[in-house]
């Protein structure tokens, strides 16, 4: 049985803070300014995280490595589970010509840049980080907007940018999911808690995407479309993280919005018509400059009917399986084979003498988002027409696509499961926790800067979202404020990440120029990260702790 010290290093806990701060500042670095792959940044990073276990903290390397393996599973599922099957449902649609369809669909909406912006890249944007996440929103994103006429940098920074309110309920809240599992904290009320923050920011992310298209003029002329997916956007995601379903909240957000502005430009459109270049045909890495016969041929030939409805098909059994999985009796049967086990020869007693629950281990196969999503993928492919050695080789192409990022998202939940098994993440806790009060201001900036170098939400979650708990306990604040800001931060820190930054270059044929995207999007970051460090220190006080659950 391992029992966590706090204070290790020469009983300071100063000085032990800086050595257990070394996994993450040798992740930061070496992603950060050395800019290696990710995948051996946190398989470098993890191995330092165990070294500081045994050698500064005296944990036993069994218990060390076991640490590390439960967080690498943890990793795989649910996690990458969910990730897996939702892309193999995207790579179908592309390989059947659905997600073409599905592109077109949005010329017809509105021919005008600036709504085409918040259509694509906010409300649909938001799909996609619904169902997938991880930097697919961003690179599907950014090449329909080139397709729609917008030049590379600008079709960047846009995908960039829209790529924020949604981030923290992405993946079928897989970033809520994992902050429950390292915070042992529900998921639901994480969740609830995200719904008041987030919201608030959706609201205003449509006007800036407008602004970036066309400056002042754009917001001048096109204010009304953008508030109005902006407040729905963010009442869906308010309600549904509230009140129906923490996975869902995304899905239903994304698709509300784009219902209500559609039906806004039924009755009206902006005094001027923003046009662009004419669409292009779409390649890898960039995009031609004249469009293919076959590209012309289907614009002068709109899609039948029926190929646009299987199009959205998936979308739509994606929800249904959702919807029906929530309904109690259905929930019940999926619920039935749960089973929460002991991690294997892991035991651990925390610094006040409590047996940890870290080593439990939830195993959850009927009813966890990765299986409903492979449910949904198999009725995707029935709808989509697509065999089953088809479908097969689609999903084989979706792990080899994924190779690299299944590695890092398993390291760095390994690394995330041995600081915190081993103490360290309660070490910086406690140290940070000197604060006092204003640490509430700092809570989201953590985020932030979790997610800037890891990329991920979800990430950052697995990394800071023990140690929040951790300073709120000692700084006299809500465990649940100070976690749930962690993720709220986080989703300002993806937009300037060096894997999405690269992820978006490479998409808009600018590799290389990664620099010149950082330069127009850290603005923004830092001006909503500033906004939502002001909201958690204004819910942390009586002005606005009403909205903690």
């Given amino acids: ?52 276990a045994i050698w500064a903290y005296g944990m036993p390397t069994g218990q060390a490595l076991l640490a590390g393996s439960e967080g690498a599973v943890f990793g795989f599922f649910p996690i990458l589970w969910i990730v897996i099957n939702a892309i193999w449902i995207y790579t179908m649609t592309v390989e059947t010509g659905h997600f073409d369809v599905l592109r077109r669909t949005f010329t017809q909406v509105s021919d005008d840049q600036r709504i085409q912006a918040i259509i694509i890249a906010f409300s649909f944007g938001a799909l996609l980080e619904a169902l997938a996440g991880f930097g697919t929103p961003v690179a599907i994103t950014s090449v329909m907007l080139i397709a729609m006429g917008f030049k590379p940098l600008k079709a960047a920074v846009v995908a960039l940018v829209a790529n924020t309110a949604p981030v923290a309920f992405g993946a079928m809240a897989i970033p809520i999911i994992t902050l429950g599992g390292v915070t042992h904290m529900s998921s639901d009320t994480l969740g609830a808690m995200v719904g008041h923050q987030t919201p608030i920011l959706a609201v205003f992310v449509p006007l800036v995407l407008v602004f970036i298209v066309d400056g002042r003029r754009g917001v001048a ?85 029926a190929e646009v409805v299987r199009a959205w098909a998936p979308y739509a059994i994606i929800i249904a399986v959702f919807v029906l999985a929530q309904i109690n009796p259905i929930k019940g049967w999926l619920d039935e084979p749960t089973r929460t086990v002991n991690w294997p020869g892991l035991h651990i007693t925390g610094a006040s003498g409590k047996v940890s629950t870290l080593p439990q281990f939830k195993i959850n196969w009927l009813n966890a988002a990765g299986t409903l999503l492979l449910i949904s993928g198999v009725l995707s492919a029935i709808a989509l027409k697509v065999g089953v050695v088809r479908a097969l080789r689609a999903y084989r192409a979706t792990l080899v696509q994924l190779r690299w990022a299944i590695v890092t998202v398993m390291a760095v939940l390994g690394l995330a499961y041995v600081m915190n098994a081993s103490g360290q993440t309660i070490t910086l806790g406690t140290w940070m926790a000197g604060a006092g009060g204003f640490f509430a201001f700092l809570s989201p900036v953590l985020g932030w800067l979790g997610t800037a170098v890891t990329g991920s939400d979800t990430s950052s979650n697995s990394l800071f979202g023990a140690l929040q708990v951790a300073a709120a306990g000692k700084a006299n604040l809500s465990p649940l404020l100070m976690a749930a800001s962690n993720s709220s931060g986080g989703v300002l820190g993806k937009m300037v990440s060096p894997q999405n930054l690269a992820i978006a270059a490479a998409a808009v044929g600018m590799d290389g120029k990664e620099g010149d995207i950082f330069r127009r999007v850290i603005l923004w970051s830092l001006v909503f990260l500033a906004g939502m460090c002001v909201l958690a220190l204004l819910q942390s006080v009586a002005v606005l702790s009403w909205m903690v659950p």
């Fill in 221 to 305: 002329q096109t204010w009304v479309a953008a508030m109005t997916a902006g407040v729905a956007f963010g009442l869906a995601q308010w309600i549904t993280s509230n009140h129906l379903s923490v996975p869902l909240t995304d899905i239903v957000a994304s698709l509300f919005s784009v219902v209500v502005l559609v039906a806004l430009l039924r009755v009206w459109q902006p005094g001027e018509t923003l046009g662009g270049p004419e669409p292009r045909t779409v390649v890898a890495g960039g995009a031609a400059d004249e469009p293919t016969p076959e590209f012309a041929g289907r614009v002068a030939r709109p899609d039948a009917r």
């Fill in 1 to 52: 049985m391992y029992r966590q010290v706090l204070d290790p290093v020469a009983h300071s806990l100063a000085w032990s803070s800086l050595v257990s701060a070394l996994p993450l500042l040798t992740l930061f670095v070496l992603l950060g300014l050395v800019r290696m792959r990710a995948w051996l940044a946190s398989v470098i990073a993890l191995a330092v995280s165990v070294v500081v």
